[in-house]
């Protein structure tokens, strides 16, 4: 069962430019986790934000996270063609063995 | 893709075949999983292992079988049940259940 759903499915900019994606879940979470997939590879992990946090900085990424409203959004500024990938939230819960993967978002970074 | 490793990268099966995907770590984590992800979606679980000589079926188990009779190793066998295997197939492992997962390269099955 997918707990985690990305929007938009797909994202074209400019190098340079901002990249804003979003992630919305269904049920109380214990953290929630950013992964990116280039083309046939497998993913890594990006960053992960407890529920008890609000906002998460790595290099270029910003991450939020509201769980009034059951939702995270991942930024990447200065994009660069080598951010062009697929990028899925995962949801962890308290007592619960798995991570919940959306669909992804599919970023192209345009040179 | 840290430490985990997965083989073969291509694999091509006949229908009727069983085939075993292999998973190798050596970050000493105690977790790991099997996924499978299709064409333009995400990643669905097979099955979990939290430690040796324990799993447990996941999401969409039905066709698969797994073992976990050491550590590092968690091989993953599609067997001629599995009606629609064509299908990337990604190994993780974590620390424990819940936790951060650390992704192999993936294995890419073509049935013929």
């Known amino acids: 069962s997918q707990q985690g759903e990305e929007d938009p499915q797909a994202l074209s900019i400019q190098e340079g430019e901002n990249a804003t994606m979003n992630c919305s879940y269904k049920?109380?979470?214990?953290?929630l986790q950013w992964y990116r997939q280039n083309s046939g590879r497998g993913l890594v992990h990006l960053i992960l934000?407890?529920?008890?946090?609000r906002e998460k900085h790595s290099g270029r990424l910003r991450v939020t996270l509201d769980t009034s409203k059951k939702s995270s959004s991942l930024l990447i500024t200065a994009s660069r063609a080598a951010d062009t990938a697929s990028y899925f939230c995962?949801?962890?819960?308290?007592?619960?063995?798995?991570?919940?993967f959306g669909a992804g978002t599919t970023v192209t970074v345009r040179a | 893709d840290g430490g985990i490793t997965q083989s073969p990268k291509y694999l091509f099966r006949k229908e009727g075949q069983n085939v075993t995907l292999s998973c190798e770590q050596n970050?000493?984590?105690?977790?790991m999983y099997w996924y499978r992800q299709d064409p333009g979606q995400g990643l669905r679980l097979i099955y979990y292992?939290?430690?040796?000589?324990?799993?447990q079926k996941g999401d969409i188990a039905e066709g698969y079988s797994v073992s976990r009779e050491k550590k590092e190793s968690f091989p993953l066998t599609v067997t001629s049940a599995q009606k629609n295997p064509t299908a990337f197939y990604l190994c993780?492992?974590?620390?424990?259940?819940?936790?951060?997962?650390?992704f192999g390269p993936g294995t890419r099955l073509t049935v013929l």
């Open positions: 970050l000493n984590h105690d977790a």
């Open positions: 995962a949801t962890g819960r308290s007592n619960d063995y798995k991570l919940s």
């Open positions: 934000i407890r529920s008890n946090e």
């Open positions: 993780a492992s974590s620390i424990d259940t819940g936790d951060t997962q650390y």
């Open positions: 049920t109380s979470i214990n953290n």
């Open positions: 292992s939290q430690i040796v000589n324990d799993f």
